[in-house]
């Protein structure tokens, strides 16, 4: 195992690096961390399946080529911008695009964030750096939120009249409250920068536009895929849908979003509407490409243990 060392967050808790880099037969606690993240990573699979939330995706599986060119793409995305963004960074090879996967599919399976720890640990183990990772990884997930937050606003100004026939009453009071508080967020994080990152200007600024191309290249591809579906459906409602999506992507610790999501459809457009069933099934094809990635990138952690070292 290579000793990484720790930057200033850590150094201030020795009794912490110590238990850190301690080991219980032959395996110290990082790769003990790492196994119990896999295994989160596989319980959550048999949930999942457990629940049977891939019912639409069985009972009418989209067939247009171009769907599935588009679905892809929206998929691949997020892990591929985020190699892009520790490429420069860490000169990240190829074989990091792995981990990001799987970083992907604990965050939306498992628990906000548990990915980011897990990649955190990949990095230590399998990395050679002069300092511990884990003031880039803080920096990434906050400019991610914090790009999310600004696009989350803007869309949600630019269509607040079809919000409005959309909500009503307490809902759309909890979605002003929501908006406000986004607005709240950002502007403290904006107010603490200097103390809050770890990385330079220049690439915070990179990660920053990297993490907007991400959010407006998904919002668009999931705008696309339902375009497909449902050609009739007015442009508008689309942005309704995908702003709403992105609302909930904004709530950290709430797992298996797009169903949380198809269920809102479900409240807002009622149980009879087509773009009900073709979210659900966008939904359940995430989560089905979800359950597959997990099981190809967690299973190997338990077969070598020392991937994470």
Not at 48 to 74: I, N, Y
Not at 146 to 164: C, D, E, K, Y
Request: with cysteine.
């Amino acid at each position: 195992m290579k000793e990484a060392t720790f930057d200033y967050q850590t150094d201030r808790f020795p009794r912490l690096v110590a238990f850190w880099n301690a080991s219980w037969r032959g395996i110290d606690v990082q790769q003990w961390a790492g196994l119990l993240l896999s295994g989160a990573i596989l319980l959550a699979v048999g949930l999942q399946l457990g629940r049977g939330g891939l019912t639409a995706l069985v009972e009418s599986p989209p067939r247009r080529p171009a769907f599935w060119v588009v679905f892809g793409l929206l998929y691949a995305l997020p892990s591929a911008c985020e190699w892009l963004i520790f490429r420069r960074l860490w000169r990240l090879p190829l074989s990091g695009f792995v981990a990001l996967l799987r970083k992907q599919v604990a965050n939306e399976l498992v628990l906000g964030y548990s990915g980011d720890v897990q990649f955190y640990l990949w990095a230590r183990g399998n990395l050679k750096m002069a300092n511990s990772p884990f003031g880039a990884v803080k920096d990434v997930a906050i400019l991610s939120a914090v790009a999310g937050n600004a696009l989350t606003v803007i869309l949600m100004i630019l269509i607040w009249p079809l919000l409005t026939e959309a909500v009503a009453g307490p809902l759309a009071r909890t979605f002003a409250w929501s908006v406000g508080m986004i607005a709240v967020t950002s502007l403290v994080l904006f107010g603490i920068r200097r103390r809050l990152f770890s990385l330079g200007r220049r690439d915070l600024l990179f990660v920053f536009a990297v993490h907007l191309g991400r959010i407006l290249g998904c919002l668009a591809s999931l705008a696309i895929l339902a375009h497909l579906m449902l050609p009739h459906v007015a442009v508008g409602w689309l942005l309704v849908l995908v702003t709403l999506r992105m609302m909930l992507s904004r709530l950290p610790l709430l797992p298996a979003k797009d169903v949380v999501f198809a269920g809102l459809v479900a409240i807002l457009f009622g149980p009879e509407a087509q773009i009900v069933l073709v979210m659900a099934l966008i939904g359940s094809l995430i989560i089905a490409t979800q359950l597959v990635v997990g099981l190809v990138t967690a299973l190997p952690v338990f077969t070598s243990p020392r991937s994470f070292a």
